[in-house]
Nanobody, 127 residues
Framework: QVHLEESGGGSVQHGGSLRLSCVRL????????AGWFRQAPGKEREGVAI???????NYADSVKGRFTISRDNSQRNIYLEMNSLKPEDTAMYYC?????????????????????WGQGTQVTVSS
């Protein structure tokens, strides 16, 4: 069984930076894609950034050039470096992992019905 735990959320001012971390407990023996999603109050969940087993990445257009997803060599930890944060980046950020799915497919997975999901960490950006 795979369990994901996020950390690193918090409150920052417009233009600030935060780094989110996600640790994976449990083993994955197949190709997978994993990454970050977010959901703001009253809005649909959206994919933010994905990285796969081969370190191929995929980003939402709204965060390209500002956010960077990475993982460590053990592939148990995934990070999201967020720079130039804007108030519209305010949301609950979730870590998720999808076995046998490409980064392009994974970025579109907004329902908790597929894959493995963490409980989320709040990011608040003030103007």
């Amino acid at each position: 069984q795979v369990h994901l735990e996020e950390s690193g959320g918090g409150s920052v001012q417009h233009g600030g930076s935060l780094r989110l971390s996600c640790v994976r407990l449990g083993n994955i023996y197949s190709y997978y894609s994993a990454g970050w999603f977010r959901q703001a109050p009253g809005k649909e969940r959206e994919g933010v950034a994905i990285i796969d087993s081969f370190a191929v990445t995929n980003y939402a257009d709204s965060v390209k050039g500002r956010f960077t997803i990475s993982r460590d060599n053990s592939q148990r930890n995934i990070y999201l470096e967020m720079n130039s944060l804007k108030p519209e980046d305010t949301a609950m950020y979730y870590c998720a992992l999808f076995p046998s799915m490409t980064p392009q497919q994974a970025l579109l997975q907004i329902s908790s019905g597929s894959g493995y999901w963490g409980q989320g960490t709040q990011v608040t950006v003030s103007s």
